[in-house]
């Protein structure tokens, strides 16, 4: 399951990058791109965001993360690049 969350961690991250970049660049140029790209990139940013969280709350125990690491791992999914920071300190060489 930590290979899984890894994988999750990687896209979590992508698609929020990806989420501002469409706000950040496309939004003041093209605003029609903008709205038709906000839905799927929006959508899949949420299915991922939850899916992390609750992969994260799964992995609390089987990985022996104490409080403050499980706070760290929740809070890194707020912080653009915190997941690919996350995957790369807790989850390994998986």
Known sequence: MLKFFKVVAI???????????????IKPTNSDLYHSLLYPIGMSHGV???????LATLLKKSQNWNFKTFAIIQLASLIPF????IEKKYCGNV
């Open 82 to 85: 915190g997941t690919f920071y």
């Open 11 to 25: 896209l979590e991250g992508i698609s929020y990058l990806a989420l501002f970049s469409n706000m950040l660049f």
């Open 48 to 54: 991922l965001f939850i899916g992390y969280v609750i």
